[in-house]
């Protein structure tokens, strides 16, 4: 089955610095790679996704890279915000199911 | 927007009982999920469901596990005889449609085994 890794486990920037988690996949197969967001007690929320016919997706201060051939694919926030603190999860899923596997998650925390 | 409610938000069991988590998917969704999250862990797949059955399971999926959907609104996780490593934050999530990615999670149930 599709193996997700995360990394780092904790990302602490200052406001207004960028912040890059990084993310890999073992499953070719694989064509589906959402980002979530979840905020401290509450449900993990979409924020971006992107499928494996495109290499970047961009959303405003957010933006998604995807290198099939290295199996990886990263997140990118720019100008970061305190209320950009929370943890983030990557998934990866195939065509058919489209059943996420997610990595182990990224706790940011962005510095006032 | 429409959400994903789940109840209740924490549950304390003794080990060897019995326990249900329940959810309300988004009334016009298809297909419903249970993920379990370990404390530091991954967000982990339980099971898939839809047509009234299960469509995909995990190896963490066993006999102990259940799953239900008892009238049309309702989806159910059930633990039959509850081990201390079955502590863990339950979510559950659903979707519209096979070829509609997005999936909507509750805000979970946090299950702790004594």
Same mark, same amino acid.
């Given at each position: ?54 290499? #970047? ?5 957010? %933006? $998604?890279?995807?290198?099939?051939? @290295?199996?990886?694919? *990263?997140?990118?926030? /720019? #100008? ?5 603190? %929370? $943890?983030?999860?990557?998934?990866? @899923?195939?065509?058919? *199911?489209?059943?996420? /596997? ?7 925390? $962005?510095?006032? | ?114």
């Amino acid at each position: 089955g599709e193996n997700v890794e995360q990394h780092p486990s904790t990302l602490s920037v200052q406001e207004g610095d960028s912040a890059v988690i990084k993310c890999t996949y073992s499953d070719s197969a694989s064509n589906y790679f959402p980002w979530y967001k979840q905020e401290l007690g509450k449900r993990p929320q979409l924020i971006i996704d992107i499928r494996s016919n495109v290499g #970047e997706k961009k959303d405003q201060r957010i %933006a $998604v890279t995807l290198n099939k051939t @290295a199996k990886h694919f *990263s997140l990118h926030i /720019t #100008e970061t915000q305190p209320e950009d603190s %929370a $943890v983030y999860f990557c998934a990866a @899923a195939s065509g058919g *199911s489209y059943i996420p /596997t997610f990595g182990r998650g990224t706790s940011l925390i $962005v510095h006032p | 927007e429409p959400e994903v409610t789940q109840t209740p938000s924490h549950q304390v069991t003794q080990m060897g009982q019995e326990v249900i988590l329940r959810c309300v998917p988004i009334s016009n969704h298809l297909y419903f999920y249970w993920y379990r999250q370990i404390l530091g862990q991954k967000v982990e797949f339980l099971v898939s469901f839809y047509n009234n059955e299960i469509s995909e399971k995990s190896e963490i999926f066993d006999d102990q596990f259940s799953v239900e959907r008892p009238d049309g609104s309702n989806f159910t996780l059930k633990i039959r005889s509850t081990k201390l490593e079955d502590s863990a934050m339950y979510f559950c999530a659903s979707k519209r449609g096979p070829t509609n990615e997005k999936l909507f999670f509750g805000s979970g149930t946090q299950l702790s085994v004594l």
